[in-house]
Every structure is written in structure tokens, then in C-alpha cells.
């Protein structure tokens, strides 16, 4: 198996801008995970699916970021507008139960000038 | 707020010493998971222990969780410079993170 697959792995765009980035999970994973990770509030929980429905996206830090899930196979996250502050590494994860074992990708660093 | 906290921030050790990093929380928890993160990637689960273990041995490492105080330790022994890394303990079915260990072993 590939793994959980993200992209792009970086990205640098201007305030203002809209930014979507995009996850593969694990084939036949039914949670989906999205993360954000900073030097100064560490690794926070932005939202998380099962079986294709979001469950929690108390972490989503304003209306700027939506999250959906349109199947099994693919999951976006886009800010829109994008600001400096939400300059991060945004990373998905995937587990067959939401006890269980996280697989993550590579994360996605997003740099907002 | 942060719902896990580690210490230390940092450890640097020498190659062949044990490394212990500790873990503390403030939910009640079902499990705590540790997660191992390499520079620019992503993060890799390394063990998985239940509210009802109070210790698990997976390898060179050793978890131990003291429900009644929130806490739970991670000892990598006889370490490598491979295990260069930041380590991070994660609860309430992956809800929350530490704050993470950088974990350095010299040589």
C-alpha cells in the first residue's frame, strides 16, 4: 500500500490566496484525521471523519477552513482566505478505528506571505 | 490549550544510554499511543498501551502509564543514532498531542 498520500507537500502563496490542499487515505481506512502542526501550539486536531461524515471539527480555527470528504478515497482541507498566521505543516491521517493506530502522510507545509 | 505535555523538551544522550521521556495529560483516557517523528516527515506510531496496562514492552521500548496521576513514560534503551527524533504521546483516541520530546543521540 502507498501510504496516506498528501498534497502538495509545500506550498507558499500570497495572503488573501485560496489554499486546498488534498489527502489519499489508506485504502479501506474509515477515519481520516486532519492535523496542523506549529513550533508554538505543537500538533493540534483541526477535524476528523468517519466513514466519509465529519464527527468533530470543534479544532477548526475559524470559517476561513472547511474540510469535506466527498468519498472513501479522497478528503480536501482549504482556507480561504489564507493568512500568515496559518503558515503550518497540515497533516492527514488515516485508521480502520479511531482507538487505533494513525498513519500519516507527509504533511503539507504551507507558507502564507 | 494543550492537553498533553512531555518533558523533557529536549534530551541529548550519548549512543548506547537509555532514554526516558514522560508524558502528562489532563482527560481521562481510554489509551495513550506514542508517535515517533523524523525531521520533515510524518509521524509513526510506535506503541499503543490501555488504560488498564500499566506497562508494555514492544523491543527497546517500555511504556508505562499511571492513570491515577495522568502520566505515562517512554524508554528507549540501548539507543541508536537512528532514534534521533522528536517523540510525542498522544490520548483520547488521538484527539490530543503532546508537546513532544526532541530526542538527540550522539554518536
Known amino acids: 500500500d502507498a501510504g496516506v498520500i498528501q498534497s502538495p507537500r509545500h506550498e507558499v502563496t500570497e495572503m488573501g490566496q485560496e489554499v486546498t490542499l488534498r489527502c489519499k487515505p489508506i485504502s479501506g481506512h474509515d477515519y481520516l484525521f486532519w492535523y496542523r502542526q506549529t513550533m508554538m501550539r505543537g500538533l493540534e486536531l483541526l477535524i476528523y471523519f468517519n466513514n466519509n461524515v465529519p464527527i468533530d471539527d470543534s479544532g477548526m480555527p475559524e470559517d476561513r477552513f472547511s474540510a469535506k470528504m466527498p468519498n472513501a478515497s479522497f478528503s480536501t482541507l482549504k482556507i480561504q482566505p489564507s493568512e500568515p498566521r496559518d503558515s503550518a505543516v497540515y497533516f492527514c491521517a488515516s485508521s480502520t478505528q479511531n482507538t487505533g493506530e494513525l498513519f500519516f502522510g507527509e504533511g503539507s507545509r504551507l507558507t502564507v506571505l | 490549550s494543550q492537553q498533553g505535555e512531555e518533558d523533557p523538551q529536549a534530551l541529548s544522550i550519548q549512543e548506547g544510554e537509555n532514554a526516558t521521556m514522560n508524558c502528562s495529560y489532563k482527560?481521562?483516557?481510554?489509551?495513550l499511543q506514542w508517535y515517533r517523528q523524523n525531521s520533515g516527515r510524518g509521524l509513526v506510531h510506535l506503541i499503543l498501551i490501555r488504560s488498564n496496562e500499566r506497562e508494555k514492552h514492544s523491543g527497546r521500548l517500555r511504556v508505562t502509564l499511571d492513570t491515577s496521576k495522568k502520566s505515562s513514560s517512554l524508554l528507549i534503551t540501548a539507543s541508536r543514532a537512528a532514534d534521533t527524533a522528536s517523540y510525542f504521546c498522544a490520548g483520547a483516541n488521538n484527539l490530543f498531542f503532546g508537546t513532544g520530546t526532541r530526542l538527540t543521540v550522539i554518536p
Open positions: 482527560t481521562s483516557i481510554n489509551n
